[in-house]
């Protein structure tokens, strides 16, 4: 599939990242040079800078054979804009962040049925990196799920386990684990868990306390 993700934030950066591995080809664009030349290098891929509200800039990335956009910046105006772009250009499907809730409705008024949803508030303490936080929600998800971000203190029941012990609540998934100097990795079974590591996570959002007490503590979280 060719997919444009427009939005190089932490949520455009981690989507293309795991795009990238499953042997997709992936367009990013970002309306910050500086931040388009990191994304390029980290990425290993090709980033576009430039306004992905634009229609000379879509146009530029391909838009006319993209599979699926999907629309992840910071502005609910702007994912609006590009996503109502790209049906104009008959992308087959899209896919929109919508930071404020309450944006939701207009996007499914217009046609946008796939959505992600985050509030600003969140986003601020992501981007903030709080380290008091236990658990920092991420994205609202579609059917209840939720994908969250936990940093495994010294004292966590799992460190130095491998993710195949880990106890995990019922329908969750460890998708991510990035270490204490800020390097992503997708985990396999035999991954081991190290103090200071983040991990982001898929999990019912009802089950997001059991998930902290198994993997940050006072639960065993251990498959025994």
């Known amino acids: 599939m060719y997919i444009i993700i427009a939005g190089g934030g932490k949520v455009?950066?981690?989507l293309a990242e795991e795009l990238l591995r499953s042997n997709n080809e992936v367009l990013v664009i970002e309306s910050d040079a500086q931040r388009a030349a990191f994304l390029s290098e980290a990425l290993a891929s090709d980033v576009l800078h430039g306004d992905a509200c634009e229609v000379a800039t879509l146009d530029a990335a391909g838009i006319n054979r993209a599979d699926l956009?999907?629309?992840v910046t910071g502005d609910d105006e702007d994912n609006l804009v590009i996503c109502e772009i790209a049906r104009l250009r008959n992308v087959p499907r899209t896919i929109a962040r919508v930071n404020n809730p309450r944006n939701e409705e207009l996007f499914k008024r217009r046609g946008i049925e796939t959505t992600v949803s985050a509030t600003q508030a969140i986003l601020a303490q992501i981007e903030q990196e709080l380290p008091t936080a236990d658990?920092?929600?991420?994205?609202?998800l579609q059917s209840g799920l939720e994908l969250v971000e936990l940093r495994l203190p010294e004292t966590?029941?799992?460190v130095g386990r491998s993710i195949?012990?880990?106890l995990l609540p019922p329908e969750?998934?460890?998708?991510?684990v990035v270490d204490p100097g800020g390097v992503p990795r997708i985990p396999s079974g035999d991954t081991r868990?190290?103090?200071g590591d983040a991990l982001v996570v898929v999990?019912?959002?009802?089950a997001v306390e059991t998930l902290r007490e198994a993997v940050v503590g006072t639960a065993h979280g251990l498959d025994t």
């Not at 658990?135 to 609202?140: H, N, T, Y």
């Not at 969750?172 to 991510?176: A, V």
């Open 164 to 166: 195949r012990e880990v």
């Open 193 to 195: 868990l190290h103090a």
């Open 69 to 71: 956009v999907a629309a």
């Open 172 to 176: 969750s998934l460890i998708c991510l």
């Open 12 to 14: 455009g950066y981690y």
């Open 203 to 206: 999990t019912r959002r009802e």
């Open 156 to 158: 966590s029941p799992v």
């Open 135 to 140: 658990v920092i929600p991420l994205l609202q």
